[in-house]
């Protein structure tokens, strides 16, 4: 995406509402999508820029570009409660991780090595344009991020190589140095398992403020 667009986002967390306030100052048009959007009359009151609270259809039809930010036991609903029609064609920002809090914390994964949110996700969208992005940093830092020892590029993965290159597009309008593709979206299964590796790393360095980088 050279230009700015319509960005449709499915969930009303703090990893939405932060995806939605950073797309809106940036000068993209935002849907926030919840199941009950009467409890984001007050983000949407707070928050600059061109944004518009809905339900999950609304936002998804909403959005030329659509990010998933639910948590990730809700994920495959809230696509149903969107309706897969209207992601057909679009690229779809997978931010989602299976994360499992039934332990407490840290959290474990319930999907792992053989199968991933992110290839889920592709399957129920087969006509869609997948790209993980966004899950494996903390949402204070998905926008303008800065880091102490500079800021490394975002990781990603998909099957569509144009839909990578936009994404890639995206992150630059964000402040982002751009994105490091890893692979297909089987590659997710490794994006989503360093997940709560960073929440380990982040309790050994008191912050969540911090980042993966890899050095050569």
Known sequence: MTGKGRVGILGSGVVGQQLGRGFAAHGFEVML???????????????????????FEESAAFGEVVILATAGSATEEAIDLADPKNFVGKLVLDATNPLDFSHGMPPGLFLGTTDSLGERVQRKLPDAKVVKCFNTVGNTRFIDPKFREGVPP?????????????????????????????????????????????????????????????VR
């Open 33 to 55: 999508g919840s199941r009950d959007p009467r409890k984001l009359n007050a983000w949407r009151a707070a928050t600059p820029g061109p944004v518009s609270t809905g339900t």
């Open 154 to 214: 975002m990781l990603i993965c998909g099957n569509d190589e144009p839909a990578k290159r936009r994404t890639d597009q995206i992150l630059r309008e964000l402040g982002w140095p751009g994105a490091m593709d890893v692979g297909g979206i089987d590659a997710a299964r490794w994006l989503e398992a360093m997940v709560p590796l960073w929440v380990r790393v982040g309790r050994s360095l008191d912050t969540y403020e911090h980042a993966i980088r890899f």
